[in-house]
Nanobody, 123 residues
């Protein structure tokens, strides 16, 4: 299973961006999906996550400004970011918990990460 993230960029404070992250592979099912971010010199921190049933969690720092959603048919998770602040500047990484049936019939359970997409918010 692989994840491909897109949608980052440069935006002024108060602006909006939408991130996407699509899972691909064979014979797999995606469970929880989420977004983390890592700013220069700081630890990676969770931003938001969503279960396959649609239950959502947000970091306090983004509540009311960010919205996570997913399209299960497309195995894609989205992060709509609004009212962006300079402190939101970071590399945003998506992840997904998956269950996969490998070619030998073995069930593999794991977590996969996307490559990260840069979000820069100017003041």
């Amino acid at each position: 299973v692989q994840l491909q993230a897109s949608g980052g960029g440069l935006v002024q404070a108060g602006g909006s961006l939408r991130l996407s992250c699509a899972a691909s592979g064979r014979n797999f099912r995606i469970n929880d999906m989420g977004w983390y971010r890592q700013a220069p010199g700081k630890q990676r921190e969770p931003v938001a996550d969503i279960t396959s049933g649609g239950r959502k969690n947000y970091a306090d720092s983004v509540k009311g400004r960010f919205t996570i959603s997913r399209d299960n048919a497309k195995n894609t998770v989205y992060l709509q970011m609004s009212s962006l602040k300079p402190e939101d500047t970071a590399v945003y990484l998506c992840n997904a918990d998956y269950v996969e049936n490998d070619p030998y019939g073995t069930v593999v359970v794991g977590r996969v990460w996307g490559q990260g997409t840069q979000v820069t918010v100017s003041s």
